[in-house]
């Protein structure tokens, strides 16, 4: 059997309300060698985002689920718990997730990788927790994984929503300057709302950042909106301040555009997201920074 089938099986176990065989099959998939990444814990993501909310938390079933197989030696891999904790962050449960997390290392010995705090990261910004994303952002260090695109994105998202646009564009110009010392294919850049969400915060409290950041975002993006290059030049030419118009920017808690969907729920492969720098390599986040606040 192919990958493509035991993913199918995995639906169909799930679609048959039993969890428990559907994640037996994940088990299978590591034993005989087979990637299991985000892509095939995506059912799993879907099913335990879903329920009623007078029925037992999903995650929490799942993950119990896993540590049982662990307990009986079982291989777990980090995709499935991510998925516990996405979903218990898609229901609104960032406390639950954190649970999860701060267990996963027991369950999955390969622990947490990129991918892990990203999703929390996530919970972070949609619940204006910038302490702990900050905590989080120090653990990251501390396990010397490499952040990637949308780690320094929701950091960005995670500062501007608790008001805190130094430490916003701090991430930002290490987003930018490590992707030009570690990367191939140029500067890290933010999503284009995240950018514009960033450029309008440095025109409202009169940062005249908001320039360089212009244009970098002309740069990065294509066809750049107008309304963003009028709200700069209103602001540092003629002293006119608008304020971010939703229908400009649109609303940072909906993750930026639908078209990023697919990069915000899995991003990379989990091997991919899991491997450490290289020796030297200029890719980790600011321990300065991620840990002063936590």
């Excluded at 991510?82 to 996963?104: F, P, V």
């Excluded at 969907?261 to 990379?268: L, S």
Aim: glycine share 6%.
């Amino acid at each position: 059997m192919s990958t493509h089938h035991y993913e199918l099986l995995i639906s169909a176990y799930l679609n048959a309300n039993d969890l428990q065989a559907a994640l037996s099959v994940i088990l299978i998939m590591v034993d005989i060698n087979l990637k299991v990444g985000p892509g095939t814990c995506d059912p799993l993501y879907w099913y335990l985002s879903a329920g009623t909310p007078d029925e037992d938390s999903r995650p929490m079933q799942a993950f119990r689920h896993l540590q049982d197989f662990e307990a009986a030696g079982r291989k777990i891999p980090t995709a499935a718990v991510n998925a516990c904790i996405q979903a218990s962050i898609a229901r609104t449960r960032l406390d639950e997730a954190i649970e999860i997390y701060k267990a996963l290392h027991t369950v999955s010995h390969a622990g947490p990788n990129t991918g892990t705090f990203n999703i929390l990261f996530r919970g972070c910004h949609l619940e204006g927790r910038k302490e702990l994303a900050m905590f989080l952002a120090n653990e990251m260090v501390k396990l010397g994984l490499r952040p990637s695109r949308l780690t320094y994105d929701r950091l960005i998202l995670v500062c501007l929503t608790a008001g805190d646009l130094d430490d916003a564009m701090l991430y930002y110009e290490e987003m930018v300057s490590t992707g030009a010392t570690a990367g191939k294919k140029g500067p890290m850049k933010p999503r284009r709302n995240t950018w514009e969400a960033l450029i309008y915060r440095c025109v409202e409290e009169g940062d005249e950042r908001a320039v360089a950041l212009l244009n970098d975002y002309k740069d990065g993006v294509e066809e750049p909106r107008r309304n963003i290059e009028k709200a700069v030049v209103d602001r540092f030419e003629y002293g006119i301040i608008r304020s971010a118009d939703p229908a400009d920017v649109g609303r940072e808690a909906t993750e930026n555009t639908a078209s990023d969907a697919v990069e915000d729920q899995h991003v990379r492969s989990t091997s991919e997201l899991g491997r450490t720098p290289d020796a030297g390599a200029d890719t980790e986040l600011s321990e300065k920074r991620s840990g002063a606040s936590s």
